[in-house]
């Protein structure tokens, strides 16, 4: 069954170091997404992509944030500048109509980001 | 801002019987309710969604109800098993063509006692 992938699994960086997130999603998905999980919280919403462009951000997302689709089959997440509040599970996740629904999002196992 | 919300973190269940997690949320311009199963270390698992238009859908064990009147949403799990223990999000989204974000809740952990 395809699923979605992210490495690195646990990235540790010091503040003020730029990192980037990679992920693999489904081949035929279309839509894509960042979410992140802050230990003991809900997972909350980062930003969506489409059509090579964001679609919405939110408040998190601020110019540290950068989404990029280099190639065909990646999609990263970079931090400009880590803040030891970056420190959280960051989930990719993707869907198309497809699959069933764009809102059926399969997410990959998460990359834990620690700021030191 | 809690528009999507659990109010039980924890419910602990006879494996066999049947597990009710429910959900609330506050944003009438949802229309696309999700539940996701979420186990330590991993990402959430897509389980079962509905439409607005319905107010129910069921997927083998998994029944998920829909009251938008009183914008609640619960998942049965029948009958329960071991193997369903983990934390259940709920979540929700708006239509938003090319941006379907969702709006999780902050999860109730089941705990199936066999």
């Known amino acids: 069954e395809p699923e979605v992938t992210q490495t690195p699994s646990h990235q540790v960086t010091q503040m003020g170091q730029e990192v980037i997130l990679r992920c693999v999603p489904i081949?035929?998905?279309?839509?894509f997404y960042w979410y992140r999980q802050i230990l003991g919280q809900k997972v909350e919403f980062l930003v969506s992509?489409?059509?090579?462009?964001?679609?919405?951000k939110s408040e998190i997302f601020d110019d540290q944030f950068s989404v990029e689709r280099p190639d065909g089959s990646n999609f990263t997440l970079k931090i400009r500048s880590t803040k030891l509040e970056d420190s959280a599970m960051y989930f990719c996740?993707?869907?198309?109509?497809?699959?069933?629904?764009?809102?059926?999002?399969?997410f990959g196992p998460g990359t834990r980001l620690t700021v030191t | 801002d809690q528009q999507v919300k659990q109010n039980s973190p924890s419910l602990s269940v006879q494996e066999g019987r049947i597990s009710i997690l429910n959900c609330d949320y506050t944003?009438?311009?949802?229309?696309?309710f999700l539940w996701y199963k979420k186990y330590p270390a991993e990402g959430p698992t897509f389980l079962i969604s509905?439409?607005?238009?319905?107010d129910k859908n069921e997927d083998g064990r998994f029944t998920v109800f829909l009251n938008k009147s009183a914008k609640h949403l619960s998942l049965h799990i029948v009958p329960s098993q071991p193997g369903d223990s983990a934390v259940y999000f709920c979540?929700?989204?708006?239509?938003?063509?090319?941006?379907?974000?969702?709006?999780f809740g902050t999860g109730t952990r089941l705990t199936i006692i066999p």
């Open positions: 081949s035929n998905h279309l839509y």
């Open positions: 992509f489409y059509n090579n462009e964001i679609s919405e």
């Open positions: 944003n009438s311009m949802f229309d696309y």
């Open positions: 509905i439409s607005s238009i319905k």
């Open positions: 979540a929700a989204s708006a239509s938003n063509f090319g941006n379907e974000k969702l709006t």
């Open positions: 996740a993707s869907s198309d109509w497809a699959s069933g629904s764009p809102y059926e999002q399969y």
